[in-house]
């Protein structure tokens, strides 16, 4: 069963920072579009960042210019720099190829407070 490996989520207060990874099971060349989602309970899972290459990402209005999507490729693993963090950014996270080709992982959950 493939299935990515979330970790580095927390509590943090609004305007703070965390970076997200996310190990892949396959070597990250081998994917085409890689991203990472959130979901709220009771809400749809939501693509928030997603990666086709280093010069081609795409962002959400609601993360844009906050988040920024990065990989490791000798590690497999894809990260997400969050910055600014909003209340609104609460959500437990998680990342898949574009569209979702693995089994869904356990994601990380990410806290802003006020």
């Known amino acids: 069963q493939r299935q990515p490996v979330e970790s580095g989520g927390g509590l943090v207060e609004a305007g703070g920072s965390l970076t997200l990874s996310c190990v892949m099971p396959?070597?990250?060349?081998?994917?085409?579009?890689m991203g990472w989602y959130r979901q709220v309970p009771g809400q749809q899972r939501e693509l928030v960042a997603r990666?086709?290459?280093?010069?081609?990402?795409h962002y959400s209005d609601s993360v844009k210019g906050r988040f920024t999507i990065s990989v490791d490729n000798a590690k497999n693993t894809m990260y997400l720099q969050m910055n600014s963090l909003k209340p609104d950014d609460t959500a437990t996270y998680y990342c898949?190829?574009?569209?979702?080709?693995?089994?869904w992982g356990v994601g990380t959950q990410v806290t802003v407070s006020l």
């Open positions: 396959e070597n990250l060349r081998r994917i085409t579009v």
């Open positions: 990666r086709l290459s280093a010069l081609r990402t």
């Open positions: 898949n190829t574009h569209p979702a080709l693995y089994t």
